[in-house]
């Protein structure tokens, strides 16, 4: 089944740590998407992607760092920059071209401190 | 200011009865799609339905329709026979057409929703 697959489902991170989380998809998207959720608020986008090779800041960009090598993978490396990481993390990709295409989203990874 | 508006934190419902959850938006772009998402506690994004700004007739998707007011700049979603399983938090989100960033999805802040027996 097509899909976006993020892993993994829980991550923990050490002082000082980078962690990276993954995030494939195989529905053929031009676009993805890294989303911060913290508990019981909205999505704040951290950086999208509209095509391989090429990625934007969101609106909350610091302290993370993504690449775009492949159509199919966007990993989002938290840094030991970002002081507050715990948060669940939510990957989205979606079609380049087409108003009535909606976001499709993984199931999420929740990311905290040790 | 915010692209997308939920002004309903949070919000309760008998169930079998009719809610609605309230969207405004702000774009200058004439070209746009407005989207509803649920996420239940489990976290995953369910996408509800979709309306568009050149759509002549309001959007339906089984118990879900979106209630469209342009001139408003509202896209209202109305969730008709509350079932317990409706309980979630909704967002709202559009995309708008024009300019480089044409594939920017804005969200709102959400709406809690909460379906009593």
């Known amino acids: 089944d097509g899909g976006i697959t993020q892993s993994p489902k829980y991550l923990f991170r050490k002082e000082g740590q980078n962690v990276t989380l993954s995030c494939e998809q195989n529905?053929?998207?031009?676009?993805m998407y890294w989303y911060r959720q913290d508990p019981g608020q909205g999505l704040r986008l951290i950086y999208y992607?509209?095509?391989?090779?090429?990625?934007q800041k969101g609106d909350i960009a610091e302290g993370y760092s993504v690449s775009r090598e492949k159509k199919e993978s966007f990993p989002l490396t938290v840094t030991s920059a970002q002081k507050n990481p715990t948060a669940f993390y939510l990957c989205?990709?979606?079609?380049?071209?087409?108003?009535?295409?909606?976001?499709?989203f993984g199931d999420g990874t929740r990311l905290s401190i040790l | 200011a915010q692209k997308i508006t939920q002004t309903q934190p949070g919000m309760f419902v008998q169930e079998k009865e009719a809610v609605t959850l309230d969207c405004t938006y702000d774009?200058?772009?004439?070209?746009?799609?407005l989207f509803w998402y649920k996420q239940p506690s489990s976290g995953e994004m369910i996408f509800l339905i979709y309306?568009?700004?050149?759509?002549?007739q309001n959007a339906t998707e089984g118990r879900y329709s979106l209630n469209f007011q342009k001139a408003r700049k509202s896209a209202n979603l109305v969730i008709s026979a509350s079932q317990l399983g409706d309980s979630a938090m909704y967002f709202c989100?559009?995309?708008?057409?024009?300019?480089?960033?044409?594939?920017?999805?804005?969200f709102g802040s959400g709406t809690k929703l909460n379906v009593k027996p």
């Open positions: 992607s509209q095509i391989v090779n090429d990625f």
């Open positions: 309306q568009g700004s050149y759509d002549q």
């Open positions: 989205a990709s979606s079609t380049g071209t087409g108003d009535n295409q909606p976001q499709h």
């Open positions: 529905l053929n998207h031009d676009a």
């Open positions: 989100a559009m995309r708008e057409s024009g300019g480089y960033n044409f594939n920017k999805f804005y």
């Open positions: 774009t200058s772009d004439p070209s746009y799609g």
